[in-house]
């Protein structure tokens, strides 16, 4: 079993910057790739961007590339997502998700955070 606990989440102008943070706990020992999902009302849950296990290996959607940075602290048990110039689309649920199953990147999650609010006003 994993344990994911989203934080970081909040209001923030057009332009403005979030970093959301997702502590994993319980099967931490365990290699394996995480990633941010994110579902805006009304639509469907989408990947936001993927980090493999060591960290090299990342994915990012088009829409955020250039955007967000996705970066993972193993001593931490922690996984990050830096969002810098945001934008009212990108207002949604941002959910963290583990794949038990892989360690380079995810392709069915296994487990997910409870999500977290972040809403971009313009």
């Known amino acids: 079993q994993v344990h994911l606990v989203e934080s970081g ?3 923030v102008q057009a332009g403005g910057s979030l970093r959301l943070s997702c ?7 365990s290699l394996y790739a995480m990633g941010w999902f994110r579902q805006a009302p009304g639509k469907e849950r ?3 961007a993927t980090i493999s296990w060591s960290g090299k290996t990342t994915y990012y ?3 955020v590339k250039g955007r967000f940075t996705v970066s993972r602290d193993n001593a931490k048990n922690t996984v990050y997502l830096q969002m810098n110039t945001l ?10 998700a583990a794949d038990v199953n892989s360690a380079v990147a995810i392709t069915t999650p296994d487990y997910w955070g409870q999500g977290t609010q972040v809403t971009v006003s313009s």
């Open 9 to 11: 989440g909040g209001l």
């Open 23 to 29: 502590a994993a706990s319980g099967r931490t020992s």
């Open 46 to 48: 989408e990947v936001v």
């Open 61 to 63: 959607a088009e829409s």
């Open 87 to 96: 934008k009212a689309e990108d207002t949604a649920v941002y959910y963290c």
